[in-house]
Every structure is written in C-alpha cells, then in structure tokens.
C-alpha cells in the first residue's frame, strides 16, 4: 500500500513472501474498527468447533463465504444459520493489491493466472488472544489454488512455516507484526503453517486493538452460487 518507497521483503520459501509494514497506521485503524463490526453479526464471532469435539483457541468471522471443518457455505449452521456478511470491494481490492506487491503488478502465480485478476470471494478474520495458538495444517478447503493473502494487525506472533509433506521441520519461525503483509501461493500454496506464539504487549494502541492479534487471511474459494 506503500506506494512511494519500495518496501523490504523476504521470500521465505517459492512462492512464499513476507512484506514487513506493507498496512500504513490509517490502514490498520480501518481494518480493526471493520473487524468490530464483522464481529457482531450477521454471524458473530465464535470460537470454531472441531468434528473429534476439540475447539479452537482463536475467535473467527467470516465474510463472503463461511469456513467451518472443512468446507465453505453461504450460511454459517454451526452458528446460528445466518448467511454471512458480503465480502466488501475495498478489500478484496486490498488483496489483489498484496498479491501485486508479492509477485510484482505485472507478474503470474499457479498455472499463469495474472495477478491482476486475482479476485479472492471469502475473507476468515481470526482474533488470538495472548493464549491462543494455531496448530500446524496446510489451507486445502478451497477449490482454487490462487494465493493466501494474510494480514496482521495489533500484537505480533511467531507464524511457523513449514514444507509441503508434513507439519514437521524443515519450517521458518517469521515474526509477523502490525501491519505486516504474508503471501504464500505457486509452489508454498499447500505448505504446511501454524501460529505457536502470539508475543503479548507488541501491538500499539493506537490501531484501536489494546490487546491481542487480528489475523484476516484472503482466499479464492473457487466456489460458486
Ligand atoms: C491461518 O493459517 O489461517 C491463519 C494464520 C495466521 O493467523 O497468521
Ligand atoms: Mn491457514
């Protein structure tokens, strides 16, 4: 979003891209003061349950499309059946924005899909509070293999990722902080990641978020209807 200065980067892996900074302050204090309000409904904000009976530790909200273990609907039925709210234009913008950003605006990902169509339909906003966690898995609930758009806002964590195979080593511990921007699509779009550590009193007040990480992943269901 940076449009002046050249932003450093990191390419963790192929594919793979962390953009330290990338959400200026305006940017950060819009997207939290968007996450309240996704938070109350239509379908509000839940801890998701787990089929073996087992509850995440994170608290998610969806929009375009609902994510529950392990597959995308309109309507959220392990909530309270509601459809839930649109994914708006402006962020999906913003999503093709950091895939740009990642791979260059003039660049390709996957099968030689440009990235100025990439076009993500469902957004998963997930909040950790200092104790919450997410265990090693790779995204494979979409039909698409289009890019992981992630953004963080508030306290930091450590973002663990990891190979292609296994949830084990070889992976890359990366601080993701406020504002930082984390592409992962072509040949890291099925890797293995998870979130070990949030780092508690890293994030600024001044997004609006006193405590915890908002977490809002981009994603391409390849769903319609
Ligand atoms: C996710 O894997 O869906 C979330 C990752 C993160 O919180 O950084
Ligand atoms: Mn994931």
Request: proline share 8%.
């Amino acid at each position: 979003m940076n449009a002046l200065m050249p932003l450093p980067r990191r390419e963790i892996a192929p594919g793979a891209v962390h953009v330290p900074g990338w959400l200026g302050a305006e940017e950060q204090r819009e997207l939290v003061t968007a996450c309240r309000a996704w938070a109350m409904g239509p379908v509000p904000i839940r801890h998701t349950r787990l089929p073996r009976g087992g509850v995440m530790s994170v608290q998610t909200v969806c929009l375009g499309w609902h994510w529950a273990p392990y597959r995308y609907t309109r309507t959220a039925e392990d909530v309270n059946g509601a459809r839930v709210a649109e994914l708006p234009p402006w962020l999906a913008e913003w999503g093709r924005a950091a895939v740009a950003e990642a791979y260059g605006e003039e660049g390709a990902y996957g099968d030689g899909v440009r990235v100025a169509e990439y076009a993500p339909d469902t957004a998963l906003v997930n909040f950790y509070d200092a104790a919450a966690k997410m265990g090693m898995h790779q995204d494979k609930d979409e039909r698409s293999s289009a890019p992981v758009v992630s953004l963080t806002v508030g306290d930091s964590c450590v973002f663990r990722f990891g190979n292609t195979e296994n949830r084990g080593r070889p992976y890359t511990d990366v601080e993701l902080a406020s504002g930082d921007l984390f592409v992962f699509g072509g040949p890291s779009r099925y890797a293995y990641h998870g979130v070990p550590r949030i780092l508690p009193g890293t994030g600024d007040p001044a997004t609006g978020l006193g405590a915890g990480r908002l977490n809002i992943t981009l994603r391409v269901t390849g769903m319609s209807g």
